[in-house]
């Protein structure tokens, strides 16, 4: 594989974006270009201040992009062999398409837009540091819908690791980074 892609997944809280942005700032440091995709809507006063202070912390340095819904035309747009994307995040992309504030879920959009990405990600110059939520430990949830969620983010983290060079797993601040042994280019 020429472009090392990543896909950083871990619990609420357990560093990822700091992770990303560790990265980030490496491949800075060599000369490169950073952008950030994000992908959060503000629906409500707490994740307002969750965008917030990401927005805060960011290096100002970085690019940054909102892609809520479009992330494969967002990746396009961004991508160049001296740019490092780092797409934040996954978890919250899949709730735009599957369980949005207006609650008309596109099953279909979604659908479209995961194959464009994952289509998309093989042909990239940029290396893409993907952030995720591995969110199926826990309790399987009583609701159909958030079941249908859990599994349904549990496939997209699979097939974009596949696609990937390396997969860390991030536990209370740590990373645990390892080659994907599935990969593939196309």
Partial sequence: MGIQHELIVGGQRSGKSR???GLAL???AGGGRVAVIATALAAD???RARIGHHRATRPASFDTIEAPLALSAALA?????????V???LTLWLVNWLMPASGAPDAPG????RAALLDLLPR????VVFVSNEVGWGVSPLGREVRDYVDELGRLNQDVARRCGRLTLMVAGQAWTR???DSNDA
């Fill in 26 to 28: 490496r491949w800075q």
């Fill in 45 to 47: 006063d707490e994740m």
């Fill in 110 to 113: 979604w659908q479209a837009e």
């Fill in 179 to 181: 080659p994907v042994e």
């Fill in 77 to 85: 747009q961004a991508d160049d062999a001296n740019t490092l994307i």
């Fill in 124 to 127: 990239l110059a940029s290396p």
């Fill in 19 to 21: 992770r990303a942005e």
């Fill in 87 to 89: 797409v934040d995040c």
